[in-house]
């Protein structure tokens, strides 16, 4: 009978990742070969089943990344960026796939992270979720079609427990509107305005961010040119969504070469 393979969650405790823990759990793909949790925490060494309520899962909460990825077949991490930058060494050198969900990532991070790809698999995005990959592809098709008379803006709405703006998930579709335009988003890019901003200039990318109760993500991207617009919208209302693809992609990066990848890889957009 074939193992199935195992993966480590990382920053058990938190939200992420304990919808991730539970979508393991339940999957007859996988099974869940460790949890992490950063030394001190009141988790480990106890069982993850029991820290999150529930009856007991066999697995106890760990402070050891190297330890428990040496175990496993795959990492989903969703934590900081100094945390997947050192996890994303650790991983490729137990030659786990490595999923990153983990927003906020600098260049150096990024940097960083190709680095541990050139020696593992690593499947790294914004959102992990289908609806949005796809919308991030619409995006990118849409810019294509409309010239720089149709201004472009991001608007995304979260949680009120989220650091970093604007939200990854916003700036793939960014990425993905200045790909269609031939630009870098780098150049378009225009995010909180604030006082006497002056006329928009032409073709440029407006970024608004919105933070607030419990929002699981909201995310528009609007196409607005005189007399018309084009709104295209994702809304997610439960994290199970994330955690389901982060869960594909663990499972996809079995066998494949080592690099980095991303969603649209997975779901071979």
């Known amino acids: 009978m074939q193992t199935l393979p ?47 309520g529930g ?19 795959g990492v989903i991490d969703f934590t900081a960026p100094a945390a997947t930058v050192a996890f994303a060494a650790l991983a490729a050198q137990a030659r786990a796939v490595h999923v990153i969900g983990t927003t906020g990532l600098e ?55 989220k650091v970093d703006a604007p939200s990854g998930t916003a700036l793939m579709l960014g990425q993905a509107a200045a790909e269609g ?32 109760g419990d929002v699981v993500g909201e995310h528009d991207v609007i196409f607005a040119a005189d007399g018309e617009r084009i709104v295209l919208r994702h809304l997610a209302t439960d994290r199970t969504i994330f955690a389901r693809g982060a869960l594909k992609a663990a499972l996809w990066g079995q066998g494949q070469k080592p690099g980095h990848y991303d969603m649209m890889d997975v779901l071979g957009l």
Not at 129 to 150: H, I
Not at 196 to 201: D, K, L, M, S, V
Request: aromatic letters at 2%; a neutral charge; hydrophobic letters at 45%.
């Open 181 to 212: 335009r031939g630009v870098t988003l780098e150049q378009a890019m225009v995010s909180g305005r604030d006082g006497i901003t002056g006329a928009r200039e032409r073709g440029t990318i407006g970024f608004s961010a919105i933070r607030g």
């Open 55 to 73: 009856g007991p899962l066999g697995v106890l909460v760990t402070d050891d990344p190297l330890e428990a990825f040496a175990q496993a077949q």
């Open 107 to 161: 260049p150096e991070h990024i940097a960083a992270i190709e680095a541990a790809a050139r020696h593992a698999v690593i499947v790294r995005a914004g959102n992990m979720s289908l609806g949005v990959n796809l919308l991030v592809r619409l995006t990118q098709k849409v810019a294509q079609a409309l010239d720089a008379d149709w201004d472009i803006e991001v608007v995304e709405a979260h949680h009120r427990m």
């Open 6 to 52: 195992g993966l480590v969650v990382t920053g058990a405790s938190g939200r992420m990742g304990q919808m991730l823990i539970r979508t393991i759990a339940a999957s007859d793909k996988a099974r869940l070969a460790g949890c992490l949790e950063r030394p001190g925490h009141a988790w480990v060494g106890r069982d993850v089943g029991e820290c999150m």
